[in-house]
């Protein structure tokens, strides 16, 4: 919900993918140390979820406690534990998060490479990803997602489909400066094929900004799932953050029970920070202009 | 000026067309097609076939396609499922409420951001530069929501300073109205405000920061003209142009934001509508406040880059 933290002009001119020193490095800062480790802990619990905490279902006798010992999260209007709902939350949203930001990916380089080697591609792909960076998305997932029957799956396609015109524009700039190198007129001199050229020659040279990207991308489509959950557009089926948060807002415990909505809000807010810092610092680790080289 | 102004509205009505075409194709070739939402389950063929033919939805759909774009350029945005209303009157009747609080949050993000990303920019590595990137940086992972509801829980309900929903007192009139209407808008609007503001000051700041390093700025200063007057006249002047294109390009979250901040304090705006529709699944209400959303947002960004022409003296028309 908020400018892209990665603009074009940040992009380094020459693009470089980490030396094996520059990783250690990287996770040597405290910030990168600290983020990886919130994003692990986050993965482990989406993982383990069923061994930390059953599965909340149906309603138990202890409704709206405040945070104890016995509930660490409290517990909300129909006597489910928050800290159980919260655990299993992750699961949704780290499998949408990074299944959504895969197909962006995939999508993203696919077209924002062809339409940087292909210029007649390139009309097309820039007019279709203006028009759909032009739209306001989240009212357009919305739309989609009303008429499907939710479920993880469909919301991650939905919310894959719309992410990918940013990451088609990053890829592409960068796509640009690197297809005006020499190294690619030389490998068209020696008769290589196009997709040659594009799959063996320009791929390499973006893998470091893909990875980049599917950090920031991930992190959006974690705030996409929790804003259509908390429209009650999520899956049924499954917690998640955005799902905790609608369930206070229709049950009127907004105002009364501020630990129902705190988690939940804290969860999204450390797994999305978390990734966004990564995936910043990430880039700024790849410049070669500030490694020397 | 007026070919660009043109060709700019022209642009914006070919968005707007795209992606009216792209999602009807798309929502009927998804599985859950608006026909089966509609025909409820214990009817008859005979009934389904009747209402299918009501609606048109039994003819080709290239003919569905023409004669809904027809409809559209008219204004007819069809007819709600569950109250029986034209869907274009019951969103035009809430739009108003959505351009108020977006307007309100959009000029004071651009207000309060001005400021700051200057005075960061000419301060740089001090305390307020480093809060501001580390507050624009965090603000990507601000949850409307969460937010709003943080807002409301803490100035609503535990200091009551201000109302926790709603938009107007409806008992009020004339001066009393007015206040009641910006009071109401206070939480809503800082919402929005809050997870805006970051981003775009430091996206001034960043610009501010390479204008100050041009050689005008320099000349500025070798013909003896005062720091204020070099950073806030012509600095200022230069940084905020491209910064004018982000905030157009940010309508889109903005609009979106809107829709999660009118859920959260029963804002009676298109968000709080689509809200509602949506736990009704009254489809065509949904439908058509993404349209209306997609066309307010298209021609406001049209807008932006228009102004953003007049206001810069190198584009000459």
């Known amino acids: 919900m908020s400018a892209p933290v990665l603009t074009e002009q940040a992009l380094p001119p020459v693009p470089a993918a980490p030396k094996r020193s520059s990783w250690s490095g990287y996770l040597r800062q405290p910030i990168v140390a600290l983020s990886v480790l919130v994003l692990l802990v986050m ?7 069923p061994l930390i905490a059953d599965e909340p279902t149906g309603a138990g006798p202890e409704v709206l406690q405040s945070p104890s010992g016995a509930h660490w999260f409290g517990t909300d209007d129909l006597g489910q534990d928050v800290f159980a709902q919260v655990v299993w939350g992750a699961r949704t949203s780290l499998v ?41 998305t989240l009212p357009l997932m919305i739309m989609l997602a009303a008429v499907v029957s939710p479920s993880v799956w469909t919301l991650t396609l939905i919310i894959g489909f719309f992410a990918w015109p940013e990451v088609a524009r990053l890829i592409r700039s960068q796509g640009l400066v690197i297809s005006a190198m020499p190294y690619i007129d030389g490998a068209r001199v020696l008769g290589a094929t196009g997709w040659r050229i594009v799959t063996r020659e320009i791929l390499p040279a973006v893998v470091s900004l893909m990875i980049v990207s599917v950090l920031l991308t991930a992190s959006r489509a974690v705030i996409s799932e929790a804003g259509l959950s908390f429209l009650g557009l999520g899956d049924p089926d499954a917690w998640s953050w955005g799902r905790i948060l609608l369930n206070a807002q229709r049950s009127g415990t907004i105002a009364i029970a501020w630990w129902q909505t705190l988690f939940p809000s804290l969860a999204i807010l450390l797994l999305v920070l978390a990734a966004t810092l990564a995936g910043m610092r990430f880039n700024d680790n790849r410049d070669p202009r500030r490694n020397g080289g | 000026m007026v070919r660009f102004v043109l060709s700019r509205a022209l642009k914006a009505v070919l968005t707007v067309w795209i992606a009216i075409t792209s999602t009807f194709f798309l929502l009927r070739l998804l599985p859950g097609d608006p026909t089966t939402l509609m025909v409820e389950g214990d009817m008859t063929p005979e009934m389904q076939a009747a209402l299918l033919k009501t609606y048109g939805l039994d003819r080709p759909l290239w003919e569905q396609y023409v004669s809904y774009l027809r409809e559209l350029i008219q204004g007819n945005l069809g007819i709600s499922f569950r109250q029986i209303q034209p869907v274009t009157d019951i969103i035009l009747d809430r739009l108003p409420w959505t351009l108020l609080l977006a307007g309100c949050a959009f000029v004071l993000t651009v207000a309060v951001g001005i400021p700051i990303g200057v005075t960061a920019a000419v301060n740089r590595g001090k305390w307020l530069d480093r809060a501001l990137q580390g507050f ?18 803490f100035f609503g309900a535990q200091l009551g300073w201000f109302p926790i929903g709603g938009a107007i007192d409806p008992d009020t009139r004339g001066t009393a109205a007015y206040l009641s209407l910006a009071h109401h808008l206070v939480l809503p609007v800082l919402s929005l405000v809050l997870v805006q503001l970051g981003p775009y000051a430091l996206t001034l700041r960043t610009n501010m920061i390479e204008v100050l390093g041009e050689d005008y700025i320099r000349a500025a200063q070798a013909r003896g003209l005062s720091a204020r007057r070099r950073v806030w006249k012509h600095g200022l002047r230069n940084a ?32 709080r509508l689509i809200y509602e529709a949506v736990g009704q699944q009254d489809y065509p209400v949904i439908q ?7 066309v307010t947002v298209v021609f406001a960004n049209a807008l932006t880059d228009m102004l953003y022409a007049v206001l810069n003296p190198r584009i000459r028309l």
């Open chain 2, 136 to 153: 624009g940086i965090s603000a990507n992972a601000l949850f409307v929501p969460s937010v709003a509801i943080l807002l409301l829980v």
């Open chain 1, 43 to 49: 993965v482990l619990m989406a993982v383990f979820a």
């Open chain 2, 288 to 294: 058509g406040a993404f349209i209306m959303l997609a």
């Open chain 2, 240 to 271: 905020i142009l491209p910064a004018l294109t982000l905030m157009g390009l940010q309508l889109g979250t903005l609009v979106g934001g809107a829709v999660l901040t009118e859920t959260v304090f029963a804002y009676p705006g298109v968000g």
């Open chain 1, 96 to 136: 949408i998060g990074l299944a959504a930001s895969l197909i962006a990916i995939v999508l993203g380089t696919t077209i924002g490479l062809t339409a940087a080697y292909f210029r007649p591609v390139d009309a097309v792909a820039t007019v279709v990803t203006d028009v759909m960076l032009a739209l306001p």
